[in-house]
């Protein structure tokens, strides 16, 4: 085809002629054309085309020593326009055959019928590949090349074998996870005013199923606890194992509350949420103090019923008796006025007023005491005047 010129020869008187060439493969194509002398003028006759004989070259079977298998035409033998390819597939005991032809003028190659997995044929050049995971490991593979012209089928190459190799292929790398988006950071309140003050509650994201809370109890305790809420499937939150005492948790949105009274002053609480086991960022506060309690106010005691004052005044005959009697009155009032507290509408004692209020009936009762003494010593002088 590259147009080089390999011999020459001169015809005698009746036409005949030798022309002496180097061998030539089989299947190669020699061009004869008659010249008259040398030149581009010097031709006498149309060229001809001469094949030359022999057997179809066979095909190359390369297989390689971890598997798979390739078969390669020879294309210098121009006679040769289909391969026959045998072998073992993968996972199989039965032999398959596929058959490769070349068609049409620009000689392009292509798998006549249906073509295996993963078996490939280049247009160009017939290479037939069969991959190592389609092929039987140890096996045998064959390959015919056949000019496909001549009818009487005889125009074969010989038949080539080949070992496919037995050597494992690495296994190949596994495809890289994709990394899990782990959960968002949970919200933590601490209040440190108003009537939850004191108290704590943690909130988990949405797209949590778990959420940890560390925190110390309240008392003399300096051990922090750790409990663990889960969201179950059908997306309700509890919490896994024992409830701490006054702790409670929220089912449907897994919002977690501790009293008060329940964990510790200045104390710091964490919390962490996970998702699908990926955790998040870890959340804290500080606690606040509890409420200062104010002392409820003393009570104030019941009154006593104010006293009613008696008179010190009787007749002038009984005196003697009346003086007993406002002694002992008088006494009997010192003594139970301080015993009874006045007090105003409004409730409240008025102290000073009832001391004084005392010592006023005391004084009046002295006045009357002395007043009797008197008339009653005055009543004995008339008698003994009388008398006398």
């Not at 020869?9 to 002398?37: S, Y």
């Amino acid at each position: 085809k590259d147009r080089k010129q390999i011999g020459t020869g001169t015809a005698d008187a009746h036409g005949d002629f030798t022309i002496t060439i180097d061998k030539q493969k089989p299947g190669a194509i020699v061009t004869l054309t008659p010249t008259n002398g040398k030149g581009d003028g010097a031709k006498t006759g149309d060229s001809v085309n001469i094949t030359v004989s022999g057997n179809i070259t066979k095909p190359k079977i390369d297989t390689p020593a971890e598997g798979g298998a390739s078969v390669t035409p020879d294309l210098t033998d121009t006679r040769v326009n289909k391969v026959v390819v045998t072998y073992t597939p993968e996972g199989s005991e039965t032999t398959a055959t596929i058959t490769v032809v070349a068609e049409g003028d620009k000689h392009e190659w292509k798998i006549d019928g249906d073509a295996p997995e993963g078996v490939t044929v280049n247009p160009q050049t017939g290479v037939v590949t069969i991959p190592a995971n389609k092929i039987k490991r140890g096996s045998t593979i064959t390959a015919q090349s056949e000019d496909s012209s001549d009818k009487t089928g005889k125009s074969k190459s010989e038949v080539v074998t080949a070992k496919v190799g037995e050597k494992e292929q690495p296994a190949p790398e596994p495809e890289p996870e994709p990394t899990p988006t782990p959960a968002g950071e949970p919200t933590i309140l601490t209040p440190q005013d108003g009537v939850e003050q004191g108290s704590a509650t943690v909130t988990p994201p949405a797209d949590a199923d778990t959420l940890e809370i560390t925190y110390t109890p309240e008392g003399d305790t300096t051990t922090p606890v750790t409990i663990t809420v889960k969201k179950d499937k059908n997306g309700n939150w509890t919490i896994d194992g024992n409830t701490p005492t006054g702790v409670t948790v929220d089912p449907k949105t897994g919002k977690v509350t501790i009293p008060a009274t329940q964990i510790k002053d200045g104390s710091t609480i964490t919390a962490q949420a996970k998702k699908n086991g990926q955790p998040s960022n870890t959340a804290n506060g500080k606690v606040g103090n509890n409420p200062t309690k104010k002392p409820e106010p003393t009570p104030a005691p019941t009154p006593a019923p104010t006293p009613e004052h008696e008179s010190g005044s009787h007749d002038s005959d009984e005196h003697t008796g009346n003086s007993e009697n406002n002694r002992n009155k008088s006494n009997n009032t010192q003594l139970q006025a301080p015993k009874s507290p006045a007090r105003h509408s409004s409730g409240q004692v008025a102290q000073s007023k009832l001391t004084n209020t005392g010592s006023a009936i005391a004084a009046a009762g002295a006045v009357a005491a002395l007043a009797a003494a008197i008339g009653a010593a005055l009543a004995v002088i008339i008698r003994r005047k009388k008398r006398d």
